[in-house]
């Protein structure tokens, strides 16, 4: 028994798409599967803890300077930020328009990715145009990392919407 997507109006698919593709692993209905997830989270938690001083020794041991850091920021932005721009905003909003039947709803998964996208933007015009390096540049890299984080786990465990699992 399939699912024609294509015969659902645009709020049964957008009820589809909540109720069945959306859930949640730390909300899950399933006992198991919360337990399961919540394990593997604490145990990635504790791996990353024990084996912090190990990965701090070999990024010491590289001798990276802050102009090779500030370098390595801008060109992962640089090469990052067109790759997001086409591929998550515009390939996503085609997508969500032959799903939901609107290209953008201002959904809070929708308004944080644009949010993003002005933070690394913010970057890269502030390199180009008002030739910032060093501290000022990095901050709004990490602005903008925290962003990512928020749009990424904040929305989608905790805001409700189109592309949420939790419900606030």
């Known amino acids: 028994m399939g699912i024609d997507l294509l015969s659902l109006s645009a709020e049964q698919r957008k009820e589809l798409v909540q109720s ?3 859930k949640a692993t730390f909300r ?3 006992g198991g599967v919360v337990a399961i997830s919540w394990a593997a989270s604490i145990l990635f938690v ?3 803890w024990r084996y912090g001083l190990g990965l701090k020794k070999i990024l ?14 801008y060109k992962s932005i640089a090469i990052g930020f067109p790759l997001f721009t086409i591929g998550g905003l515009i390939m996503g909003a085609i997508w969500a328009n032959s799903a939901w039947g609107k290209y953008w709803s201002w959904d809070p998964k929708e308004t944080w990715s644009l949010i993003t996208w002005f933070v690394y933007a913010l970057y890269l015009h502030s390199r180009f145009v008002s030739g910032w390096r060093g501290k000022r540049v990095a901050i709004l890299a990490v602005i903008g990392f925290v962003a990512v984080i928020l749009t990424y786990l904040g929305v ?7 592309h949420s699992y939790g419900g606030g």
């Open 20 to 22: 069945y593709f959306l």
């Open 28 to 30: 899950s209905s399933s």
């Open 46 to 48: 504790l791996a990353i």
């Open 60 to 73: 010491a041991s590289l001798s990276l300077t802050p102009n090779m850091l500030d370098d390595i920021a």
């Open 156 to 162: 989608n465990l905790v805001l409700s919407g189109l």
